[in-house]
Structure formats: structure tokens, C-alpha cells
């Protein structure tokens, strides 16, 4: 459902183009109509095993959703790197529990470190680019019964933060706190494999992981989104929608676009709606 790039030293070109210090970007993209998509995304630029994974979900939509999210973050990767989105090197770091070589997906760079991370969910996507390691997620809006069932598992401060909601505000406060968890943990590499209960991501930033900053996203009506940097000093956070016309044969990435429908910038603040 989701993955995370870490750049690391390789192969250096002169048309590289990384976000400066204390920027992140964050591109946001919806999952283009099945009629379009079938005929107009670029699928050559994926990988045989991103082929493969492509074909291999039950709904159409998922598929498509997955192969625009890696069609997207090889034409951004390449557009950050100079590179041609289907000559990006990829390579696996080593695993936070074990050290073998399978974990998270990274790519050759040389000189500043480039951080990615990729998060997709139910026709929509998100890309976070920076110079420091850092976390994103993208969630649907959880339903009653989602809420039920993941609830138990969460930090004993969020559950009690919970307890006090019913309804909308409930749903829509366990959204938040589970989008910023996802996020928080793709950044430490472990993801899931970490007991959820274990950090509080709740609507108090005071009680949050120290060394690290957490932001929701602006993500549209039916989707949460959230990034975890790591560092006490908020980025500057730039969020804009990446047109579908870019997936498809003969579009581009222009990193320089500027999407007057969201917000230029997200700075940390009070919890949304909790």
C-alpha cells in the first residue's frame, strides 16, 4: 500500500535539482479515470515486479491507484534528480530490526541526502520529498467500524482522547491521530511492525515524540493526510496536486508548478477539529 526512498550516494548529475534545506514538498495526485488510464498512463516506466504488483490487485481501481502512485514518484524522482524516470537505480536499505538488505527502497545520489516517502489509499496518493528523513501517509476517512476495531490498539493517551467523542468528531479525530501514526513510523522505517499503542500521536503536540515534528495535510474531503520530519523546527511545507496528464505518455513534471487550489504552505498547529 505504501512505501518509502531514502537517496543515497551514486552517480552524479549536474541537472539535480533538490529541495533546499528546510523545505519539504509534498504532491498530492487522484487516481485518473479507469477509461484514460488503461490506454494513456506510462507503464513502460515501471519495474517488472511494479508491473506485476500492478496487475495482480482484484479492483481495477487499486491497480490503477498503485501504478499512477510509482508512475508519479519515478517522474518526480527524475525530475528531482535529473534522470529519466525509468533510469532511476533502485536499491533496498538494510531492515531497522535486522540489517539484512529489505527494507525500505532507496535510490543512488551523490553529496546531500534526498528523503522520499509514498503513501497511497483508495484513489489517492502522496509523495513527500526533503532533504531530512521523513514520514507520509495518506488515509480514506475511517468508518465506524474501522474505528471500533484499530481503537484498542492505539497509545492509552489516544484512547482516551476517543473516549470522549462519538460520532463524526470520533471518526474524524481517529483519522488524524492514525494518518500521523502511519506517517511517524514509514519515518522511523519499522512501520507496523511497531506496536501502534507504543507512541502517542494524539491532538497534544507536548506529548508527541520528542525530535520530530508532525503535520496534517490539507488531502481533499475524503482523505486524512499527515508528515512526520524528524527535528524540532517545522519546514516549510509547499503542497500541490500533481495533474493526471503527467502520468500519462509525453506528459511531465514541472517542479516549479504552482497548484492556486491548495494552501502554498502547512505549519504545525492546533489539532484539526479534536
Known sequence: MSGDLLVRGGPATDAARLPVPGRLDVWLLRRPRLDSAAEQLELTELSDAERRRTASFVRPTDGITYASAHVALRRLLGA????????????????????????????????PP????????????????STT??????????????VEVCAPAL?????????????????????????????????????????????????????????????????????NAAVAVLGTEAPRVGVRWLPPEALFAGGTVDLDAVDPGVAATTTQGPDRGA
Do not use: N
Not at 80 to 102: I, N
Not at 133 to 146: A, Q, S
Open 114 to 129: 534526498l528523503h522520499f516517502s509514498l503513501a497511497h489509499s483508495h484513489g489517492m496518493a502522496a509523495i513527500a520529498v
Open 155 to 223: 497509545h492509552p493517551g489516544e484512547r482516551e482522547e476517543l473516549a470522549g467523542l462519538a460520532g463524526q468528531a470520533k471518526r474524524e479525530a481517529f483519522g488524524r491521530m492514525w494518518t500521523r501514526k502511519e506517517a511517524y513510523l514509514k519515518a522511523l522505517g519499522t512501520g507496523l511492525s511497531r506496536d501502534p499503542g507504543q507512541d502517542y500521536l494524539g491532538s497534544d503536540a507536548h506529548r508527541r515524540p520528542a525530535g520530530w515534528t508532525l503535520l496534517d495535510l490539507p488531502a481533499g474531503p475524503r482523505h
Open 80 to 111: 528531482y534528480l535529473g534522470r529519466a524516470p525509468r533510469d532511476v537505480p533502485f536499491v533496498r536499505e538494510p531492515c531497522p530490526g535486522c540489517a539484512k538488505p529489505h527494507g525500505r527502497p532507496a535510490v543512488a545520489h551523490p553529496g
Open 133 to 146: 528523513v521523513i514520514g507520509v501517509d495518506v488515509e480514506r476517512l475511517p468508518r465506524d467500524e474501522t
